[in-house]
């Protein structure tokens, strides 16, 4: 089985940045499309960014383009999403998930098997 947990959420003004981390445990992560997904109170999920198993490819979601940036280090069995340039509608709870393949719709939910418990980001303006 998969096992997620996040870390690295936080407070911080407009314009600051943060790093979030996920660990994972399970024999089966490298070969694991990831990804990362958010829902502030009120609102639906909605997917931030994917990284394919091997890491080549990474997708993002439109509002986050140029200011995330998703890696992983498969040797240390983790996924990070670089957060910079932040904006109070960045304030969410931030889940890890894991999947078997990315494919086209990398930011539907429902087609991740594995969720962490997630981590709170706030930004203030």
């Known amino acids: 089985d998969v096992q997620l947990v996040e870390s690295g959420g936080g407070s911080v003004q407009t314009g600051g940045a943060l790093r979030l981390s996920c660990a994972i445990s399970?024999?089966?992560?490298?070969?694991?499309?990831m990804g990362w997904f958010r829902q502030a109170p009120g609102k639906e999920r909605e997917g931030v960014a994917a990284i394919s198993t091997g890491g080549g490819s990474t997708y993002y979601a439109d509002s986050v383009k140029g200011r995330f940036t998703i890696s992983r280090d498969n040797a240390k069995n983790t996924v990070s999403l670089q957060m910079v340039s932040l904006k109070p509608d960045d304030s969410a709870m931030y889940y890890c998930a894991a999947r078997a393949l990315c494919g086209v719709r990398w930011d539907r939910g429902s087609a991740y098997g594995y969720w962490g418990q997630g981590t709170q980001v706030t930004v203030s303006s």
């Open positions: 399970g024999s089966t992560y490298s070969r694991k499309c």
